[in-house]
């Protein structure tokens, strides 16, 4: 799937303000490998939090751990990293507007669970075996 739509790339691979922070610092400073403490220092949040976060954007292909255990900006494809700079212009547009999308993709993420756990039914009781 392209991700020049930005909200695709939230709906599918960052999951939390966290995550979003985090990807774009990795975004911000795609140059460096860093640290998971600077990440930490620099956005004011615990080291396991932003840990965890770099480890699930690791997973979804939008960051890569090296052997020394620093991270980097590293989307597995062309369309990733046009959705991620399509974020950041989004972020540094209109900040309010992607936090909102992040919530609603959270809210989706929500009843598409319970849709898998609690399917509809016709509201006919099922005939016995």
Request: hydrophobic share 40%.
């Given at each position: ?8 790339l ?11 922070h ?16 600077r990440?930490a220092?620099e ?25 020394n255990g620093?991270?980097?900006?590293s ?8 959705g991620?700079?399509?974020l950041e ?16 993709s ?7 669970s ?16």
């Amino acid at each position: 799937m392209p991700y020049a739509d930005w909200r695709s790339l939230l709906l599918e691979h960052v999951t939390t303000h966290d995550e979003l922070h985090v990807l774009l610092f990795l975004r911000e400073n795609v140059a460096s490998e860093v640290e998971v403490s600077r990440v930490a220092r620099e956005l004011n949040l615990s080291e396991q939090v932003c840990l965890s976060a770099l480890q699930r954007l690791t997973a979804n292909g939008l960051a890569k751990r090296n052997g020394n255990g620093h991270f980097c900006f590293s989307p597995l494809t062309l369309s990733l990293a046009r959705g991620v700079e399509a974020l950041e212009h989004a972020y540094l547009s209109a900040q309010s507007t992607v936090i909102q999308a992040l919530s609603e993709s959270a809210v989706q993420r929500v009843r598409a669970s319970v849709a898998r756990v609690f399917p509809r039914t016709s509201g006919k009781p099922e005939p016995e075996r």
